[in-house]
Each structure stands twice: as structure tokens, then as C-alpha cells.
Nanobody
Framework: QVQLVESGGGLVQPGGSLRLSCVVS????????MGWYRQAPGKQRQLVAS???????NYADSVRGRFAWSRDNAKNTVYLQMNNLKPEDTAVYYC???????WGQGTQVTVSS
């Protein structure tokens, strides 16, 4: 059974940084394409970053150069380093496979002064 537990969100000022973590069960992160998604208030959930099974990453234009994937295969955990955060990054962030399976609860990121 797939279980995804995201953490690391919070309130941060513009220009600040956060590192999100996602502990994954039921999916082997080192062998599957994975994604970080986000859903802002009133908007649809969108894919902002992805990594394939061989480690190639892809980022949405809005976050490229500011966000970075990493993963720890031994811990079956994926991470999203977010730098130079902007108010428009405010959203609930989720990790999942590509295509997505059962969703976790996500972690709230709020960027505000």
C-alpha cells in the first residue's frame, strides 16, 4: 500500500529557504519516476519538479533554478530544496509517483513577510 508522508513546510519570508521531505512506502523511489506537486488556494494541483528512475530531473519554469530534487534511496525518502522563495510559491506541497497514486496529506508552505 502506498503511503506518502510529507514534512518540512512552514512560514518563511520572501527570499528564504525550506527543505521538504517525503518518506515513501509502497514505491521504491530509486526505481520509479517521482514528482513534487503543489496546490495553491483556488488552483489545480500542478507538477513542479520530477525525477526519473535514472536521476534526471525536470522543473517547471516557475521554479527552475530555485528548487532542487534529491533522494536517499536507503531511506526511501525524497527531498525538495526550495531557495529564494516567493509569495507565489505558497501552496500545499505533495510528493507522489508519476503518474500519481494515493495522495498524502501534503505540507503547507507559506511565503509571506
Amino acid at each position: 500500500q502506498v503511503q506518502l508522508v510529507e514534512s518540512g513546510g512552514g512560514l518563511v519570508q520572501p527570499g528564504g529557504s525550506l527543505r521538504l521531505s517525503c518518506v515513501v512506502s509502497g514505491i521504491i523511489v530509486g526505481r520509479n519516476a517521482m514528482g513534487w506537486y503543489r496546490q495553491a488556494p483556488g488552483k489545480q494541483r500542478q507538477l513542479v519538479a520530477s525525477i526519473n528512475s535514472v536521476g534526471s530531473t525536470n522543473y517547471a519554469d516557475s521554479v527552475r533554478g530555485r528548487f532542487a530534487w534529491s533522494r536517499d534511496n536507503a531511506k526511501n525518502t525524497v527531498y525538495l530544496q526550495m531557495n529564494n522563495l516567493k509569495p507565489e510559491d505558497t501552496a500545499v506541497y505533495y510528493c507522489n509517483s508519476l503518474p500519481p497514486q494515493r495522495w498524502g496529506q501534503g505540507t503547507q508552505v507559506t511565503v509571506s513577510s
